[in-house]
Structures are given as structure tokens and as C-alpha cells.
């Protein structure tokens, strides 16, 4: 009965390579979220999608590109994966509300490069 | 812009000690006042929450107060545990937004 999911739990792979994160929630909530955690434990949005639209993009490459086929899944693809893109990436969800919705997050993605 | 600023980690206590992380913000509509904790390989659990001026979040001792007048929201608990060592992270969310931002979170270690 897990709220929100991610897979895989760990990801290791090459520079240059692509790859996917998936992630889903049964909380019936209709705003999803990926955020970055870098090495310093910093956490930033990346997108934010309601109702399988994007509301929230915060300037990141490209190389990301978030889809939603609908409103209870939000994966992530990156394209030739670089160094820098090595952290930690967790899905989150909430119900679009006034700003008091909390939003509840999934145990994260560790994505390392090599 | 919005953002919040946490006390520096890591911060280290006896069991039973007194705890308090200092957290400030900028805003610039109405923020909602969060914090979130992560213990060690999992994801983030909201603690608290405070949606206005004087509210006080509480949950699992922990305590928190919105203060519009000094823009702060500091998490405190009376008397810690071996079972509270994690990261904790200050966040807001103004109203009508929809993403959070985050302070930089403060690692907590409890000793025996």
C-alpha cells in the first residue's frame, strides 16, 4: 500500500547513456513532482505536472524530459546522461490546493554515473 | 524571490538533550511553513506544518511555531532520541504555488 513508488531504487550506468525513472502514486492526487537531491543533500524542483500538464519547469536541460501518461504516473527520461546528472531524484505528490497540501514524497532514485 | 535558511549541520546531542534547528525564510506572497525529515536511504516524511501566523505545528514531540514578525519557523523538541538521527529540512510554499522550496537541511546525529 505504498503512496508513492519509484523504480528503480538504484540506477548505475555509463556517461552518454538514456535512461528512465518511473514513478506512481495511489493517493489520488492530481499534482506530481520531480526534485533533485545533489551530493550536498540540497533539494530542488525540477517539474511539476497537474493532470498530466506541465505547471512547473525549472530550467532544466533538455536532456530531462518528464511524461505523464496520466495523472497517477510521472516518469522521467534523461537523455545522454552526464556526470553531473549523479543524485539522488525523488517523486513526489499532493493534491493542488491552497499551499497548505503537503506533498508526500517516494524513497528516491540513486542514480550514479561512471 | 522565496527561500528558506537553515542553521548549519551537522548538529550532534546526547540522548534527552534539547533540540532546536533554526530555520528563516523570505517570501514573497503568503507562505505555508513545512518540515520535512529524512532518515538515513528513504525518502522525505512531513513532521509538521504551520499555514499561518502563530500556528504551532506539533508532531512527535516536535514543535514548531510560524513567526511572521521575525520570519521564522524553528523545530525544537524537549528531549531527543537515538531514533530522531536524520536530515531535517525547513520548507514553504506560497499560496497559489505549487512547488516547495527548501532550506538546505540540517543533519541531526543523537548519541546514547
Known amino acids: 500500500d505504498t503512496a508513492v513508488s519509484q523504480t528503480p531504487k538504484y540506477l548505475v550506468t555509463q556517461m552518454g547513456n538514456d535512461k528512465s525513472i518511473k514513478c506512481e502514486q495511489n493517493l489520488g492526487h492530481d499534482t506530481m513532482y520531480w526534485y533533485k537531491q545533489d551530493s550536498k543533500k540540497f533539494l530542488k524542483i525540477m517539474f511539476s505536472?497537474?493532470?498530466?500538464?506541465?505547471?512547473i519547469n525549472e530550467t532544466v536541460p533538455n536532456r530531462f524530459s518528464p511524461k505523464s501518461p496520466d495523472k497517477a504516473h510521472l516518469n522521467l527520461h534523461i537523455n545522454s546522461l552526464e556526470l553531473g546528472d549523479s543524485a539522488v531524484y525523488f517523486c513526489?505528490?499532493?493534491?493542488?490546493?491552497?499551499?497548505?497540501?503537503?506533498?508526500?514524497f517516494g524513497d528516491g532514485t540513486r542514480l550514479s554515473i561512471l | 524571490g522565496n527561500s528558506v535558511t537553515q542553521m548549519e549541520g551537522p548538529v550532534t546531542l546526547s540522548e534527552e538533550a534539547f533540540l532546536t534547528i533554526n530555520c528563516t525564510y523570505t517570501a514573497t506572497g503568503y507562505p505555508s511553513l513545512f518540515w520535512y525529515v529524512q532518515y538515513p536511504g528513504e525518502g522525505l516524511q512531513l513532521l509538521l506544518k504551520?499555514?499561518?501566523?502563530?500556528d504551532k505545528g506539533s508532531n512527535k514531540g516536535f514543535e514548531a511555531t510560524y513567526r511572521k514578525e521575525t520570519t521564522s519557523f524553528h523545530l525544537e523538541k524537549g528531549s531527543v532520541q537515538v531514533s530522531d538521527s536524520a536530515v531535517y529540512f525547513c520548507a514553504l510554499r506560497i499560496q497559489g504555488a505549487q512547488k516547495l522550496v527548501f532550506g538546505q537541511g540540517t543533519r541531526l546525529t543523537i548519541n546514547p
Open positions: 504551520a499555514t499561518k501566523a502563530d
Open positions: 513526489a505528490s499532493s493534491q493542488v490546493g491552497g499551499g497548505d497540501q503537503p506533498q508526500h
Open positions: 505536472y497537474n493532470n498530466k500538464e506541465l505547471i
